[in-house]
Structures are given as structure tokens and as C-alpha cells.
């Protein structure tokens, strides 16, 4: 993704904003909008939206840090959650936090020095049942130990980041 100056990152949100603002609960969508057009949610985002929306700062910033799936620094090829609620850290999510900091060599909130990995708590992957449970993408895994999750990671690598859906010539 090409690095996106200061004006034109305000460009850009602007256009997204005059484009979504209109929706029923726009706030979202153009949340969504600009992290998929920008990679992450940049602080100079916050107050053109605001504007836009003609809300407060506060109401913005307040929804990017509710929802874990806005970011406002870049992140890695691939986010690598690890739940951290009751479930799973009473099926040892703990040791499989400390384990994923040594392998990836960062802490959460940091990405890997490649780009590769983002390290991120989330707080329920709803898979409580086989915790401890860690979201790759899209993909949550379940029954989470040291050595799957280094198997995981190594998948991450090989596999292609948006692979093609099969379509049924192909199965």
C-alpha cells in the first residue's frame, strides 16, 4: 500500500465521508471505509470525520477504541489475536501469551520488525468451550498450545493472505 501524505490522507477520508455520510449510522461504515482504504485509522482521520458527521471528536475516538477492529497505526500482514478472557485464561492462555511474545519477539500492540505479525489481546472470540482460542485473520482456532501456535503462524506465512473461495469447477 503506497504511504499516504498528510493531505492526501485528509483527501481521501473527505471523499469517503461526503461519500457514506449520508447512511443511516454512517459512523461505521466510514470507519471501515477508511481502514480498508488507508490500512489503519490515522489520528489526523479523527476530526475530519468528526466534522463531516458534525460530531464531537470524542464520538469518534470513542468508537475506534471500543471496536478492536480499528487501528490507528498500521499493522501487520496478519493480526494475531489471543483471547484473554476468564475461559481461556482458565484453560492457560497465559503461557500461550508468553509463548507468542518470545516466538514473535514483540509484545502486544507491536508488529514484528518484517511486518508480518500485529500481537493483539482481544477480550472473547466466543469459543470459549476450546480455549485458549487465537483469531488469525478471520480464522479462530481453538485448544491454542505453543506448538499449534507456532504451526498456525508457519500456515500464516505459506498461505496466501485473501485466498480465492473455491468455486465448484475447482472441488
Known amino acids: ?29 466510514i470507519l471501515h ?24 471528536r470524542a464520538e469518534v475516538h470513542g468508537v475506534i477504541s471500543f471496536y478492536h477492529d480499528f487501528n490507528t497505526q498500521p499493522i501487520g500482514n496478519h493480526r494475531v489475536q489471543i483471547c484473554r478472557a476468564e475461559a481461556c485464561q482458565a484453560r492457560g492462555s497465559r503461557a500461550l501469551e508468553e509463548h507468542a511474545r518470545k516466538r514473535l519477539g514483540i509484545d502486544y500492540h507491536q508488529t514484528t520488525p518484517d511486518g508480518e505479525f500485529t500481537l493483539e489481546p482481544v477480550y472473547c472470540l466466543g469459543n470459549c468451550a476450546t480455549g485458549p482460542s487465537v483469531r488469525i485473520g478471520n480464522h479462530i482456532h481453538g485448544r491454542v498450545g505453543a506448538t499449534r501456535f507456532d504451526a498456525i503462524l508457519d500456515d500464516a506465512i505459506t498461505v496466501p493472505l485473501d485466498p480465492e473461495p473455491l468455486t465448484e469447477g475447482d472441488a
Open 1 to 29: 500500500m503506497p504511504q499516504a501524505t498528510p493531505s492526501n490522507t485528509r483527501a481521501r477520508v473527505q471523499a469517503i465521508v461526503a461519500d457514506l455520510k449520508h447512511m443511516p449510522g454512517a459512523l461505521l461504515p
Open 33 to 56: 471505509q477508511v481502514r480498508d482504504s488507508l490500512g489503519h485509522i490515522p489520528t489526523e482521520a479523527v476530526p475530519v470525520i468528526a466534522e463531516g458527521l458534525q460530531i464531537t
